[in-house]
């Protein structure tokens, strides 16, 4: 059974909100990883909580939350609209934005762990050669956390393929514009299509199997930074 277009345009948008979700975690998540990995500050803990927060929090809970914030009068949707552009909600914007929050853990926890590996020393002996801080972090601890952003960038993306409660509550299922490919899934279920849902459920689980060795490998190998 072939794919429908419907379905390929589904299984695109995934893989394009993936890679957009898994750059913007690296921009917006390296300097918080970072952060924490380094600060003593005593509210540090509450940070890492709210990092850690879609671990645990229902994802319609936080999807209709982000709705609230993304929809024409939440703060986010507001903003956007002062700024000429229109409401968040039911767009692949809003979708980036939901996905962010959702894959949040799986980018910085890694990275955090990573940059709490490499300790003090290299950065001290970096500093006697008088390198700058940013000179220190591009040359000296991007190298020596790069494992740390192959797991970050793998368990990110692979994190945000399987999306089902975020994206649906901030995007709705519109084909070829929100529709990911879990929603397709369910829509298929829904109406009983079975040899359809049976044929995207297994190219899902391909792919995200394929994901998880990619990480088990590296682990093995270069000695990254468990999941």
């Known amino acids: ?23 913007v975690l690296l921009v917006l998540g390296t300097p918080l990883a970072w952060w924490l990995s380094q600060s003593r500050c005593r509210f540090k803990t509450v940070i890492e909580a709210m990092v850690a927060l879609p671990l645990v929090l229902p994802p319609t809970v936080l999807g209709f939350y982000l709705l609230l914030a993304l929809g024409p009068d939440g703060p986010l949707g507001a903003l956007s609209r002062t700024l000429g ?14 996905s962010a929050c959702y894959s949040l853990p799986f980018v910085v926890q890694p990275l955090q762990g990573a940059f709490s590996a490499i300790g003090q020393r290299p950065l ?50 519109i084909p070829g514009l929100t529709q990911v490919i879990s929603i397709a899934i369910y829509d298929h279920v829904e109406t009983l299509q079975y040899a359809e849902a049976h044929l995207l459920s297994g190219m899902l689980l391909a792919l995200s199997f394929s994901i998880l060795m990619l990480v088990y490998v590296l682990n093995r190998r270069f000695s990254v930074v468990h999941p």
């Open 1 to 23: 059974m072939a794919v429908s277009p419907q379905d390929m345009a589904a299984l695109w948008l995934t893989l394009r909100l993936a890679g957009v979700t898994v750059l």
């Open 85 to 98: 552009g229109g409401s968040l909600a039911f767009t692949f914007t809003g979708l980036v934005i939901g």
């Open 124 to 173: 001290e002996v970096a500093a006697t050669l008088r390198a700058s801080r940013l000179d220190c972090f591009f040359t000296v601890v991007v190298p020596l956390a790069r494992n740390g952003f192959l797991t970050a960038i793998v368990l990110g993306f692979a994190h945000t393929l399987g999306e089902f409660g975020v994206v649906l509550m901030i995007g709705g299922n």
